[in-house]
């Protein structure tokens, strides 16, 4: 039975739509059909015009007469009608991609921060480690931690019983690199390149595998030994059950096997969204917080002689990827930083090899322009932190700033002048920037390996939008 009611507004829209659908279909098809298919295409579509045309149609009439249309074009409307379902979803996805790439490259990239150069203000990979009298989360909360926070769950169980040893690898490392497959791959298909570390527990061995930025090092040391540096514990040649190499005793403790030797989960670091769209208008200033890509700078800084004691080229960063450090000076700026007398007690003389840098060095007072550096959180923070040391060599970071340390380019009272496009000497063409993690005891930035070119910052940090904690929203 036909519907008496009145055809509603999205009735006669999409009566219209397969009116307008036919009306092109026999505009362009009439020549190459049959007569007869001519003639039942011709008449539905002016019968459903006609109806169309009346205010009071009901809707059933309408929709009779768009069926019946519908059949016509399903018979004779060729490639405008009907469009299979497969073709429609692959339009559609590819609509959606072209959206999504246009975003990504002229106006916001997600940007996820792996280390914690940049720490308190962004947070890289963070651990929550399970003492030994807490409860590990089963499946379920590791669902929901997984969710809220992207954390990832980690255990070392015994597989039988003795201390715990930490084996050394090839050349005094304590892990090596191997690429992960499935499926511990990147979304469980990316093969991802991972830190293998070798535990030994009674004579055999266990492996655990972390992301290749995630510091375990750190997370040992402090865990087992109480201290900060996995090099502060010596090594152990044994004589007995079969070991060859060295190893670290990690723990006095004898674990029994299927006892679970360490637990902890890796937070994943801030996930934010960079703005690739302002620096189009306005030029990046000291103090922001910037996304930048490395792979042009060992080059940029050969070309400016930012380090004239290396006659040839030799990566410092080694590696194109993204970095996100603050903006610490402007072209044409000079910086400087200033260790307090009293604080000379710390002459950094560790590794060399740049692509491995740990900056420590003296707290200092960073200096832009002949004056304290000002204009963010991280300048304040990091300056009264180093205030603090003044009065109190024990005082500890309220905020989680460490004060600015000298060391490479930065070093004690040096002088830094941050090239211009125009400055002589500089065949680049290119305006440069100076570039420094909040966190400068843990952070490879210009100090190591110089400026970073104008063309290589893609935008600013602007907005965390995960995790889901306190940190969400606006950057700064």
């Given at each position: 039975m036909i519907s008496e009611k009145k055809a509603t507004r999205s009735q006669k829209k999409g009566a219209k739509e397969i009116l307008r659908l036919g009306l092109k279909a026999l505009s362009s098809r009439r020549v190459i059909l049959p007569q007869d298919e001519v003639d039942a295409l011709s008449s539905t579509s002016r019968a459903l015009q006609?109806?169309?045309?009346?205010?009071?149609?009901?809707?059933?009439?309408?929709?009779?007469k768009a069926k019946a249309v519908d059949k016509a074009l399903q018979k004779s409307g060729g490639l405008y009608y009907h469009k299979k379902g497969w073709v429609e979803n692959i339009e559609m996805l590819l609509v959606a991609a072209i959206v999504v790439i246009g975003i990504r490259s002229f106006f916001l990239q997600p940007f996820i921060i792996p280390t914690n150069s940049m720490y308190p203000s962004f947070y890289g990979m963070q651990p929550h480690v399970y003492e030994a009298?807490?409860?590990?989360?089963?499946?379920?909360?590791?669902a929901v931690d997984k969710l809220l926070l992207g954390a990832s769950h980690y255990k070392l169980e015994a597989q039988s019983s003795g201390n715990l040893y930490l084996a050394r690898q090839a050349g005094g490392r304590t892990h090596r690199q191997v690429t992960s497959t499935f499926p511990n791959g990147r979304f469980f298909l990316i093969p991802t390149v991972v830190s293998e570390y070798v535990f030994e527990i009674g004579g055999k061995e266990h492996l655990l595998q972390v992301p290749a930025e995630f510091d375990l090092n750190e997370l040992l040391a402090k865990k087992f030994a109480?201290?900060?540096?996995?090099?502060?514990?010596?090594?152990?040649?044994?004589?007995?059950?079969g070991y060859t190499g060295s190893r670290m005793k990690l723990s006095e403790r004898t674990f029994k096997e299927g006892e679970v030797a360490l637990a902890f989960d890796i937070l994943l670091g801030d996930a934010l969204f960079v703005d690739r769209f302002t620096y189009n208008f306005i030029k990046p200033k000291a103090g922001d917080p910037a996304v930048f890509r490395t792979g042009t700078i060992d080059q940029f800084n050969h070309e400016l002689g930012a380090f004239p004691q290396d006659p040839m080229p030799r990566p410092r960063i080694g590696e194109d990827k993204y970095y996100i450090k603050r903006l610490v000076g402007e072209p044409g700026d000079e910086l400087q930083l200033t260790v307090p007398e009293k604080f000379h007690t710390n002459?950094?003389?560790?590794?060399?090899?740049?692509?491995?840098?740990?900056?420590r060095g003296d707290p200092g007072f960073l200096g832009r322009n002949g004056q304290p550096i000002s204009g963010c959180i991280a300048f304040d923070e990091n300056r009264l932190f180093v205030e603090s040391l003044i009065n109190d060599p024990n005082a500890t970071s309220e905020n989680g700033y460490p004060?600015?340390?000298?060391?490479?380019?930065?070093?004690?009272?040096?002088t830094v002048i941050i090239p211009t496009k125009n400055s002589p000497g500089n065949p680049t063409g290119q305006n440069a920037y100076f570039a420094m993690g909040d966190n400068s005891t843990n952070s490879l930035d210009g100090r190591a390996w110089g400026f970073v070119p104008e063309n290589a910052i893609i935008g600013r940090a602007l907005l965390i939008y995960y995790p889901f904690t306190k940190r969400w929203g606006f950057a700064n």
């Open positions: 006609e109806s169309l045309a009346v205010k009071s149609v009901t809707g059933g009439e309408l929709e009779e009298e807490d409860e590990v989360p089963n499946f379920a909360e590791r109480g201290v900060d540096d996995l090099r502060d514990l010596p090594l152990i040649v044994p004589q007995d059950q002459k950094y003389t560790g590794n060399q090899n740049f692509a491995n840098l740990v900056v004060g600015y340390r000298a060391e490479g380019l930065m070093a004690d009272g040096e």
